[in-house]
């Protein structure tokens, strides 16, 4: 159990900067797949975030905080809805938008 934690803690990681790069390519080279890469990984970001609650409260690994979890979950959620817009018609005000809650869940899970 502690290795496939540790192993969707590490696909957690990755979802995160694939957020992060997906909102600076397309802010900054117009790149056509910049929407895509914004998109899967905010979902790859959600799946990883519950599987990793699943794992951490089936095996009693960690003792999760579950308003921050929610929290973490709302914001998580508008990033893929917000993803899902820009797919649909692309626009930078939406990758900034995705950027920035990326950015505030990120401090949610580091600072809280
Ligand atoms: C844009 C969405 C998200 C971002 C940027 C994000 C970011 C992060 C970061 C940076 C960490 C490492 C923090 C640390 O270990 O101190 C982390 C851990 C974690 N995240 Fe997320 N997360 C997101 C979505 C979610 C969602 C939707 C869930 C669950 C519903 C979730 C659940 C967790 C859990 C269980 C951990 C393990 C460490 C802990 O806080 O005890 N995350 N996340």
Known sequence: ???????????HMLGLAGIIAGF??????????ATKVLLHSSLLQFVSGLLLVGVAEM?????L?????????????????????????????LAVVAGVLAVVNIAVAVFW
């Not at 159990?1 to 696909?11: E, Q």
């Open 59 to 63: 095996a009693d690994l960690t003792d």
């Open 65 to 93: 905080n579950h308003v921050k979890i929610a929290v973490k979950l709302v914001i998580a959620l508008a990033v893929v809805v917000v993803g899902v817009l820009n797919l649909r018609k692309p626009a930078k005000n």
């Open 1 to 11: 159990m502690d290795f496939l934690y540790s192993a969707l803690v590490f696909l």
């Open 24 to 33: 600076l390519m397309q802010l900054m080279t117009d790149n056509a797949k």
